[in-house]
């Protein structure tokens, strides 16, 4: 094939991809069939069918068991913000996890101690196997899911300490950066990276998704003198949300 010119089902893709974003179908309108496609842009019915699922694959239709395919609505995307850590007086999960201080949310939790696999364990700096401690978080937005959190904390920092648990006891419920310094464990540096790729079945349903769209990944890691003492997966739907970062220039 020529360079530039694209296969036949993604010309037929890119032309109803351009209709529904010019509002030409607009959301809940039904796709045409895939009779009036092949009909419309003469090609047959296996390009239909392709076509069809390329847009489906980005998330523009959905299909309705026993009715068709229909554009779907899509959400304006909404920003997550994040920034340098510091210890504030709302110093809570998630305003770790969201910087805006105008944006109020709500989470759900559940921590339990296990064994670290060896990716967690090469993360922290510890040797497979040795005992942490994994928390599972659920962030809403106005009700809304909006992130998943799992973080892990070597017990050999925070074992038999007030902040074993990060949602029990005297600080339960506060940010990394509190809870540390409180048994005289002082952050002072913090490494995130941003990745994408599908999402998980589980982790979409608890986010309100489709299975294999994608979302971002913020691999972060809260380091104290250069030892790692937690390091968390953020799992946000990339069709809902942008994330924005506020550095500021020294």
């Known amino acids: 094939m020529p360079f530039g010119e694209q296969p036949a089902y993604l010309r ?48 523009l239709v959905e299909g309705r068991s026993g009715s068709g395919t229909y554009v779907r609505e899509l959400p304006a995307p909404r920003r997550v ?53 994994r928390t599972r978080y659920l962030f809403r937005v106005e009700g809304e899911p909006a992130m998943l959190s799992t973080s892990w904390e070597p017990l050999a920092i925070t074992g038999r300490t007030p902040v074993m648990l990060p949602e029990e006891g005297p600080l339960g419920g506060k940010g990394v950066v509190e809870r ?33 769209h994608a979302v971002m990944v913020i691999t972060r890691t809260f380091f104290a003198g250069g030892r790692p003492v937690e390091t968390a997966d953020v799992v946000i739907p990339a069709d809902r949300f942008r994330v924005a970062y506020h550095l500021p220039v020294k």
């Open 180 to 212: 540390m310094a409180a048994i005289d464990v002082i952050v002072d540096n913090v490494v995130e990276e941003v990745g994408a790729r599908p999402g998980l079945a589980e982790e979409t349903v608890e986010l309100g998704g489709v299975p294999g």
């Open 12 to 59: 037929v893709a890119g032309d109803l991809r351009q209709k529904i974003v010019d509002g030409d179908l607009p959301p809940h309108t039904r796709l045409p069939s895939q009779a009036r496609i092949r009909e419309e842009y003469g090609v047959s019915d296996t390009v239909a069918l392709e076509a069809r699922k390329v847009l489906m694959a980005e998330g």
């Open 81 to 133: 913000s994040r920034t340098g850590y510091r210890a504030i007086g709302d110093s809570t999960p998630f305003r770790q996890e969201h910087s805006d201080e105008r944006v109020k949310g709500t989470w759900e939790s559940r921590s339990e101690q296990e064994d670290a696999a060896p990716a967690t364990a090469d993360r922290l700096r510890i040797e497979p196997g040795e005992r942490v401690m």
